[in-house]
């Protein structure tokens, strides 16, 4: 049994220390390791993250089982002032793959955008990310293509998906 509760500013340290287990992982042969130290420190910094939970840009929550906290998701309601739950990010554990917590990570995302009144969610994911596969067996489309320019040269090479609530 998994438990999703609300991050807060004192909790910025559990989700750095997951963020740098799990990109080194995910994005290990897609981006260079400069890229993803940049990333990491642009993305998951002291200042981002207390600026983004602080202002609630995005709602974060830790994802824990029996035992410790396993990952944590941000997501955005009312995006760009729309009825959607923009999924920011999502990352579990890497030993807690195959258990089918992302599933349910999922199911709690899905009753959250509905009651913001959301009627679709969206993510991105990077065009060689294998999770693009489990996003698909989701129900989740690709909207489009995009290449988004974050600094120092790099680019986020990112599909948009979505899926109707």
Do not use: C
């Amino acid at each position: 049994m998994i438990k999703i509760t609300e991050a807060f500013v004192e909790d910025i340290a559990k989700i750095q220390e997951i963020a740098h287990i799990t990109w080194p992982i995910t994005y290990g042969e897609i981006l260079t390791a400069e890229q993803l130290e940049y990333m990491l420190n642009l993305i998951y910094s002291n200042e981002a993250l207390s600026k983004q939970i602080q202002n609630k840009e995005q709602l974060f929550y830790l994802i824990s089982d029996s035992e410790s906290v396993i990952g944590f998701i941000g997501i955005e309601h009312n995006y760009k002032g729309e009825a959607i739950t923009k999924i920011h990010k999502i990352y579990l554990l890497p030993e807690t793959q195959g258990k089918g917590y992302g599933k349910i990570v999922f199911e709690e995302i899905k009753k959250m955008a509905l009651e913001s009144n959301s009627t679709e969610l969206l993510l991105n994911v990077n065009r060689f990310n294998t999770a693009l596969n489990f996003y698909k067996k989701l129900g989740f489309e690709i909207k489009e293509t995009v290449d988004i320019e974050i600094g120092n040269g790099y680019l986020m090479e990112d599909y948009v998906m979505g899926k109707g609530l």
